[in-house]
């Protein structure tokens, strides 16, 4: 039996992406005139067809949405996942959860399980690993709606929900100055991440528009988040530097790990050094003395994902890609 033409052997040929091939067949803007020749002549030499059954099964709707978080433990991201159920459920949509547990690997494996379950679309907050988006953009050119949360990418065309990390981040170093701090250190998340960027970017003007120039010696990054991880990271901080006044930490977790270090070290909290985290995840209003934090509001954030998400799936026209910046709340207790 003669075996069936595939996208992916077409783009083994011709040394070149199958998402790629898959734009061409459908005379997509993206791709060049020249590519767009190559692939179709190719197609017609090979007798390629589209797998037409599998075109069938997918316009078939199953109102059904696929999730994908880094983590389903983290309390943020509990929250969100409560959004999206809250409103999936209210207009028949049914959920599937997968988490990336922040590998790459499995994010990729997730996509792919997704798409073979036939969701009608997908809601993505991307794995601190993740810096290729291949695996997405196949999905994109099959027709697949996809809205990313959270940790989103400018370099795909779909739409997103974030929260406004840099204004947050500016408010939280901003109370740490209006509170006499001088000398603060910012606990940084994974560089890969663009709410990474936007909150370090936050710390960095507020300090400057405060008249205090940024000390890179008071920049750590935090690549895992954990509150291990920055307390030993913090300790070492306070070694090197015992004139550190204030703290302001990527995520509440690794503003846990510093409070472990000051206090191992017997300094006060909040009189000797003041404590910010973000994300006002449960344990802020339950650790001692309590957290002062930048909350995210996450559940917000999970309604207004899956709304944007099905009204794209439901969309009779053309689908106009969506912004949506929900506005963070500093919340401030004992450790300022």
């Not at 530097?241 to 270090?261: Q, R, T, V």
């Not at 994902?305 to 929900?326: C, H």
Request: proline content about 3%.
């Amino acid at each position: 039996m003669k075996a069936h033409i595939t996208i992916k052997d077409l783009a083994r040929e011709l040394d070149i992406s199958p998402s790629t091939v898959s734009r061409a067949l459908k005379d997509h803007p993206d791709i060049s005139p020249e590519t767009k020749r190559q692939v179709k002549e190719l197609a017609e030499r090979l007798h390629y067809k589209p797998n037409l059954i599998a075109q069938g099964l997918r316009k078939s709707k199953t109102n059904t949405l696929g999730v994908i978080v880094p983590e389903l433990i983290h309390f943020f991201f509990s929250t969100v996942i409560s959004g999206i159920e809250n409103i999936a459920y209210a207009r028949g949509y049914n959920v599937i959860l997968c988490q990336s547990d922040e590998n790459y690997d499995r994010e990729v494996t997730d996509t792919r399980a997704l798409w073979n379950s036939r969701v009608d679309g997908m809601l993505v907050s991307l794995s601190r690993q993740t810096t290729r988006y291949n695996h997405f953009q196949e999905l994109l050119d099959e027709g697949l709606p996809i809205v990313f949360f959270d940790r989103v990418t400018d370099k795909l065309k779909t739409s997103q929900v974030i929260v406004d990390d840099y204004l947050g981040a500016y408010k939280a170093v901003e109370l740490l100055i209006n509170k006499g701090c001088k000398h603060i250190v910012h606990l940084a998340g994974p560089e890969t991440l663009e709410i990474s960027k936007n909150r370090l970017q936050g710390y960095a003007d507020a300090l400057k528009s405060n008249g205090f120039a940024v000390n890179n010696n008071y920049i750590h990054t935090c690549p895992q988040g954990t509150h291990d991880e920055s307390k030993a990271l913090t300790l070492k901080i306070l070694a090197a530097h015992p004139e550190i006044d204030g703290i302001f930490a990527c995520n509440d977790m690794a503003a846990l790990g510093s409070i472990l270090a000051l206090q191992e070290k017997n300094i006060a909290i909040p009189g000797q050094v003041k404590v910010i985290g973000f994300s006002d995840w449960q344990l802020s209003s339950l650790i001692k003395p309590r957290l002062t934090t930048v909350s995210q509001a996450g559940y917000e954030m999970g309604q207004e994902a899956a709304s944007i998400l099905i009204d794209e799936i439901e969309a009779k026209g053309e689908i106009v890609q969506v912004k949506k910046v929900i506005s963070t709340k500093l919340i401030e207790r004992e450790t300022t």
